[in-house]
């Protein structure tokens, strides 16, 4: 389980700053104790489809999967609010371009002033293929032959292969959960500074700069504050995963590459991986009725231990 501690910088302001100094500040609570709004994200689609297998697709699936992890939610917590992303085949808001949609994604779930996002998403490998010479045929080109004034095209005919490309199967298997990177945490910073404590006004999704070493302060300690959060909800549903017998490939960083849905989530945020649909077996379990059934079940699992340990039971 990854922990973090809070930032060097920010323990030696708060021994500098008074605490009678943090009155006016935007915010006092680190993060909240219960779960009232939880935003669930099915990734990509249409037109961005995703990662693809031989007969189906990301955004297909993370739909249903995430749908049923929804009704599964709202029977589990009656009293808390269920917001998705999309219900549609098609991107957030009909766009069209993905990274708009993932911004769209963003700004709805600070908007709804969510206290838990979930993203949803299907794992695939570096695409390999292998090509195949399968016969040859006869092509006919004009070459140019002599030279000064007795150059001259004529036709000739060579032999081409014919190829055959197609995808190896894969035999990887496995589910992973991602939260934001580290790296990527000045950006996180810059969104739960957007946040007030009361919830009394509209949060702004647009990245805030702040007027008082103390909001830094809270900005900093909010964040930390989620990604521990979003660490221990990851390493939940992870060992959900572990029990229908799932091989776990562990929770990670995605160091290389940040993912903007978790940086820009002004809450505590995972992406769930839920097999790999580049291996045959895992893009039949993914597709089947018992297969969507355990996922869902298995990150609602981790829901409900996670408002367990914020309520302290």
């Not at 219900?87 to 994604?105: F, H, I, Q």
């Not at 206290?115 to 092509?139: P, Q, V």
């Not at 959900?240 to 940086?263: A, C, M, P, S």
């Amino acid at each position: 389980m990854i922990k973090k501690g809070f930032p060097f910088l920010s323990v030696l302001l708060l021994l500098i700053i008074p605490l009678s100094s943090f009155r006016n500040a935007p915010f006092s609570d680190p993060i909240k104790k219960k779960l009232k709004t939880i935003v669930i994200d099915a990734g990509h689609g249409l037109p961005d489809i995703g990662a693809r297998g031989e007969y189906s697709n990301e955004a297909a699936l993370t739909l249903a999967i995430a749908t049923q992890l929804g009704k599964k939610l709202e029977e589990a917590l009656p009293d808390c609010k269920i917001i998705y992303t999309r219900t549609t085949a098609e991107l957030p808001g009909g766009l069209t371009n993905k990274n708009d949609a993932n911004r769209l994604r963003a700004k709805m779930a600070n908007e709804a002033h969510g206290d838990l996002f979930i993203a949803i998403h299907i794992n695939d490998t570096n695409e390999r293929y292998r090509t195949e010479i399968i016969g040859y045929k006869e092509e006919t080109y004009m070459a140019t032959v002599g030279k000064g004034k007795k150059k001259k095209k004529v036709q000739k005919t060579r032999k081409v292969p014919i190829t055959k490309r197609y995808r190896i199967p894969e035999t990887v298997t496995g589910t992973e959960t991602y939260v934001w990177a580290t790296n990527k945490n000045d950006i996180k910073k810059k969104f739960t500074g957007s946040q007030d404590d009361n919830y009394g006004e509209k949060a702004d999704s647009s990245y805030q700069y702040f007027d008082s070493p103390q909001s830094k302060i809270l900005a900093s300690l909010r964040t930390a504050k989620y990604f521990d959060n979003s660490c221990l909800l990851a390493g939940y549903v992870q060992d959900e995963f572990v029990k229908t017998g799932r091989r776990n490939l562990g929770v990670k960083q995605r160091d290389y590459e940040g993912i903007w849905v978790l940086q820009a989530t002004a809450m505590p945020s995972i992406l769930v991986e839920c097999g790999f649909i580049c291996t045959p077996s895992e893009e039949t379990y993914m597709n089947s009725k018992e297969g969507q059934d355990e996922i869902s079940d298995c990150v609602k699992n981790a829901v409900l231990k996670y408002k367990a340990f914020l309520e302290g039971k």
